[in-house]
């Protein structure tokens, strides 16, 4: 377990990373007593310091959705991050690479909350029930810090999340069976993934019915607006300057943009 004083340091060690756009040391490394714990308060401070200079909190992300991830990650449950409205991105979007350090993408699903969600005891019918609209959506997936990370690593890291695109078409959540929904990536024309969302353990609501009892015990919510991204169902594609995506969603419409 950390002290007060280094959980504070790690993160602003990850700030200025941020800022500096410069690759840091694991914090496993630099503070080698670190747990699980420590990564999520770390993970809310650097979220704090985004908040004092003017950024807001818009919902969060849910990472290693998938066995073999939280197998990879020596974790038996996935973890999620803060998004704010400093990262998101706009279908069409010329999103510059230098924004991030290690840009790669995933193909998602974002639930737009009709009403706040609290747990604990919360099922994936709550959230269905609590959700306004489903829509398509890209996560940005960026390291500050050096690599092989461990998973206090990545948490503290706010989950490895540097951006979010959403677009596509907006659908209510029992309009579709959203178990069902399926895309593939193209970069550069070619195809590089292609998955369906029921690979998000079982339900891409499973992953947010995790969340909310999670954040009910450090006394949290889901408020109504929030967006939540449910977690990641193909594999990262990395991403440079002078890439151009196209997400194809179906029915659900199409997600593009490209690197600058």
Avoid: C
């Amino acid at each position: 377990m950390l002290t007060d004083e280094e959980r504070r340091q790690g993160a602003a060690d990850l700030y200025r990373a941020e800022q500096d756009k410069k690759i840091i040391p694991q914090l496993s490394k630099s503070y080698p007593a670190i747990e699980l714990q420590d990564a999520y308060v770390i993970q809310r401070l650097w979220a704090e310091m985004h908040l004092a200079k003017g950024a807001r909190q818009i919902g969060h992300k849910i990472g290693l959705t998938s066995r073999a991830m939280q197998m990879a990650s020596k974790i038996t449950e996935p973890d999620y991050g803060h998004l704010l409205d400093s990262m998101m991105y706009r279908d069409g979007a010329q999103i510059p690479a230098a924004n991030f350090l290690k840009p790669r993408l995933e193909v998602e699903l974002a639930f737009v909350m009709g009403s706040d969600l609290e747990g604990p005891g919360t099922q994936i019918y709550d959230v269905m029930r609590a959700t306004e609209y489903v829509v398509p959506a890209l996560e940005i997936i960026d390291y500050r810090t050096e690599v092989p990370r461990a998973i206090t690593d990545t948490i503290a890291d706010n989950a490895a999340s540097g951006g979010v695109v959403v677009g596509g078409r907006m659908i209510r959540p029992f309009d579709i069976d959203v178990r069902w929904v399926g895309a593939t990536l193209a970069k550069n024309g070619i195809i590089e993934e292609s998955g369906v969302s029921a690979a998000i353990m079982g339900h891409p609501a499973a992953g947010i019915a995790w969340l909310v009892n999670k954040l009910a015990v450090v006394g949290a919510k889901l408020e109504k607006g929030q967006i939540v991204l449910a977690g990641s169902f193909t594999r990262p594609v990395d991403v440079a300057a002078g890439d151009v995506i196209h997400a194809d969603y179906g029915p659900l419409g199409a997600i593009g943009v490209s690197f600058v």
